[in-house]
């Protein structure tokens, strides 16, 4: 539901970020750089994916499950890697940019939370402190 009425309030082009990125199933690596960053270190990260990869991880999950006939020119032709980073830009601009601070102050108001457990009781603090209803961390949580 989320995807669908997500995917109506972008252009088409944007959209072409969805097509690698199913809702169920593989979706390549090389997507998700493993390097934390700026957005625009990401996109320049993904842009720099080696041509032999995007072959690799496309031709991996074409073996698994249906791919968009394009994804199968990604290693062959820049100007379509060109396309599918600029749509991820798109979508980054529409869908998460306006949310970022919000985000943000979460984020840091979640560090700060988590930090005062540690000094007030160490990591097992922490640890009980997660998410208590679903999980029971019993002493010794670490050592």
Not at 1 to 25: I, K, N, Q, V
Not at 73 to 87: C, F, I, M, N
Not at 125 to 132: A, K, M
């Amino acid at each position: 539901m989320w995807r669908r009425e997500t995917a109506a309030r972008l252009s088409a082009a944007a959209r072409m970020a969805f097509d690698p990125t199913p809702s169920h199933g593989w979706v390549p690596d090389f997507l998700a750089p493993a390097t934390a960053g700026e957005p625009e270190e990401l996109l320049k990260q993904v842009r720099a994916t080696p041509r032999r990869r995007l072959r690799s991880e496309m031709e991996n999950i074409a073996a698994r499950q249906p791919v968009p006939r394009w994804t199968r020119s990604l290693g062959e032709d820049p100007a379509v890697l060109r396309q599918l980073v600029d749509s991820l830009a798109a979508t980054y601009d529409v869908l998460l940019t306006p949310y970022r601070p919000q985000v943000e102050a979460r984020l840091e108001a979640d560090s700060a939370l988590r930090a005062r457990h540690f000094l007030h009781g160490g990591m097992e603090r922490v640890l009980t402190r997660l998410h208590p209803r679903r999980f029971r961390w019993e002493p010794p949580c670490s050592r």
